[in-house]
């Protein structure tokens, strides 16, 4: 498989993300009440080949200030770089710069409004009624509070993250985009279903397996045979047999590869599995 340039990938999801608020707002036009007038454009800004006014100071700012530990600034900085310098030739680096920020602060110990929480432990308390409590996981919690164990203590004090996960699926440019309270965290190249058989639709993730069996033709094919082809982890979806799972055949990633379900590399669908709790929104879309 021929290697994709990290700069043409990372400008290829800017735009995805165009078409993706595009797609969303298009949904929205179809919904309108009859006899009401929305119109909506389609255009596309055509990407500069200059470097805008002020957007090697924006970019520097907001390395100085994740240097200097100030992630929400860097952040923020960011995210007014993605508005305000879209058509840039470097917006590409700028998304993936905010990309590792939104998953650093996630997994810190920064407090944020309408974002985190902080709990105080109490006797009787485990790490799943916790997560069960937030509507996240204990794995999540584990991460951002840098526990190994599954040991808490009374009067220990937990950030747990309370934002809304989401997640949207676009499978004309097979990508997954991670979202928390509506705002984007992170983009995944995935694979989706041959023929485009992957269901369109909104959906929800109702369990969870680490090491996932494989039930083919009949034969059910153990986590550790070469033959199942589900890799690391499974997220299932309230509709029988399909899902978001690992791989076997990372070389297919990016394309319309799978049975139906959703595939993506081990290392990134083992990121995905712990932050999302049973119950997670998907929305899948042509």
Excluded at 31 to 44: E, L, R
Excluded at 59 to 76: F, I, M, P, T
Excluded at 119 to 144: Q, W
Excluded at 172 to 193: A, D, F, P, R
Aim: net charge neutral; proline share 5%; glycine share 8%.
């Amino acid at each position: 498989m021929k290697k994709i340039p990290i700069i043409a990938v990372a400008v290829g999801v800017i735009l995805v993300l165009f078409i993706l608020a595009w797609k969303v707002k298009s949904l929205a036009v179809s919904k309108a009440p009859q006899g009401g007038q929305v119109q909506v454009s389609g255009t596309v800004p055509v990407k500069s080949q200059v470097v805008a006014p002020g957007f090697e100071a924006s970019l520097k700012s907001a390395s100085e200030l994740e240097s200097a530990g100030e992630l929400v600034k860097a952040r923020d900085v960011l995210r007014s770089m993605m508005t305000t310098y879209i058509s840039s030739p470097g917006i590409g680096d700028v998304q993936k710069k905010l990309e590792d920020i939104n998953m650093k602060i996630m997994l810190s110990a920064i407090n944020l409004p309408n974002e985190t929480a902080t709990r105080e432990v109490v006797e009787g308390d485990s790490l799943s009624m916790i997560a069960d409590e937030y509507h996240t996981t204990a794995e999540f919690i584990k991460k951002e509070n840098g526990i190994k164990s599954d040991i808490i203590r009374p009067g220990q004090r937990l950030r747990v993250w309370t934002g809304k996960f989401s997640v949207l699926i676009d499978k004309s440019q097979n990508l997954l985009v991670l979202k928390s309270n509506g705002e984007i965290v992170k983009t995944y190249h995935v694979s989706t279903g041959k023929s485009n058989i992957t269901p369109v639709g909104t959906f929800k993730v109702v369990n969870k397996l680490v090491k996932p069996t494989w039930t083919h033709d009949g034969k059910v094919i153990p986590a550790e045979s070469p033959e199942n082809i589900l890799g690391t982890r499974w997220l299932g979806f309230n509709i029988p047999g399909y899902g978001i799972h690992g791989t076997t055949e990372p070389e297919s990633i990016g394309q319309q590869a799978t049975a139906g379900c959703v595939r993506m590399l081990n290392k990134e669908v083992e990121e995905l599995y712990d932050l999302l709790p049973v119950n997670t929104e998907v929305t899948i879309m042509d």
